[in-house]
């Protein structure tokens, strides 16, 4: 059995120093906020080459503060994608906005800039891209409409930590960034987790209130705000984790490179980034016409393969009151319906990927005999 993600063998890594880090918490009393998740802060703003890092509970938590921060509002619009997790437009909804769906570019499935503009309407205040799978969405144009527009950018980096354009990390960018560590991610917590990165005093404030019941100082409730606080031990874990992120970022590159030269000669797409982009493949996904019958024969093989994200959130029961339907956005049903995501994490050994691709090839010959 290759599993999907396998957190056990990160954990051997660092368990002496992890164990450690939750016991000095622990000792110290220091359950929400405190100094380890200060610490964090400060690192994770250096890492992402912003000024302030404000943590939080969830990345969902994040987007929520994020927009708020940025007053959005009922009766205002945000232009984002639907090829992600539902976390994006719930955030937009818990403000009291309506998401706007623009449809993704067929090469590197994040949101499409030329689609942008004919979205804006005079209720639009932001615009939410995501950075899909660990690949940054074309931000230049993205700003550049943003700016020529007077609109509010959030980053949705909830699976890019760490990814690049043209040498700016993602989060840096935009006007906020946002990122989640919820176990699996890149950066993963030992429970739930997130946080707001951005260059604005003003705006890291805001989401400072917010996260905290909206006090200035004990009992001093300046606005109205929400239970949001990161606890102290994740605080603790992810400054223990944050010793190695790029280690692990590089070793799940090399892996994306062993699954890039294996896969070549065969008769799918698999993940293209642009020259000027590090993709930080929080997910390794290759397209697959018939990619159900795959999947199944891939998990009899004993394969852990997933699917990010197989109904996207325009189709959704849940959204249905948005209003959108089958066939809006043909790029983003397209991919929902092909997607199968491959295991990767820096610990899968050579020798896993070549049996994972000889099984995938294995299930593309049956299903097309």
Not at 186 to 203: C, F, H, I, K
Request: net charge negative; charged share 20%; glycine share 8%.
């Amino acid at each position: 059995m290759i599993p999907f993600l396998d957190l056990k063998a990160q954990y051997r890594q660092i368990k002496p120093q992890v164990d450690a880090a939750v016991l000095r918490v622990i000792d110290s009393a220091q359950f929400v906020l405190g100094p380890d998740v200060a610490a964090f802060e400060d690192r994770f703003a250096a890492y992402c080459n912003v000024d302030h890092c404000r943590a939080v509970n969830s990345g969902t938590s994040a987007l929520h503060l994020a927009l708020l921060a940025a007053n959005v509002g009922p009766g205002d619009e945000v232009i984002t994608v639907s090829m992600t997790f539902v976390a994006t437009t719930a955030a937009i909804l818990y403000c009291g906005a309506k998401p706007v769906f623009v449809d993704v570019d067929p090469i590197s499935w994040t949101m499409s800039p030329a689609l942008i503009e004919a979205a804006i309407t005079p209720r639009t205040k932001a615009i939410l891209p995501v950075h899909l799978h660990g690949l940054m969405a074309d931000m230049d144009p993205i700003m550049e409409i943003a700016r020529r527009h007077g609109l509010v950018v959030v980053e949705d980096a909830a699976q890019a930590h760490g990814a690049e354009y043209k040498g700016r990390r993602a989060g840096s960018i935009g006007d906020l960034g946002c990122f989640s560590f919820y176990p699996g991610k890149n950066l993963g917590a030992y429970g739930e987790g997130g946080a707001v990165v951005t260059n604005s005093p003003d705006l890291a404030r805001r989401i400072s209130l917010l996260r905290d019941w909206g006090q200035e100082s004990k009992y001093n409730h300046v606005v109205a705000g929400y239970n949001f606080r990161m606890d102290g031990i994740q605080g603790a874990v992810l400054n223990v984790k944050m010793d190695h992120l790029e280690s692990w970022t590089e070793g799940r590159r090399t892996v994306a490179t062993q699954y890039d030269s294996l896969l070549e000669k065969l008769p799918f797409e698999r993940p293209r980034a642009p020259t000027h982009s590090r993709h930080v493949y929080h997910v390794y996904a290759v397209r697959l016409p018939r990619r159900d019958e795959a999947l199944k024969l891939l998990q009899e093989g004993g394969i852990g393969v997933g699917i990010h994200y197989p109904v996207p959130v325009h189709l959704q029961k849940a959204y249905a009151n948005l209003d959108y339907r089958a066939g809006d956005y043909p790029v983003t049903e397209r991919l929902a319906n092909e997607f199968l995501s491959l295991p990767i994490y820096p610990e899968l050994r050579r020798d896993q990927v070549a049996e994972v691709v000889a099984q995938l090839q294995k299930a593309v010959l049956v299903e097309a005999a």
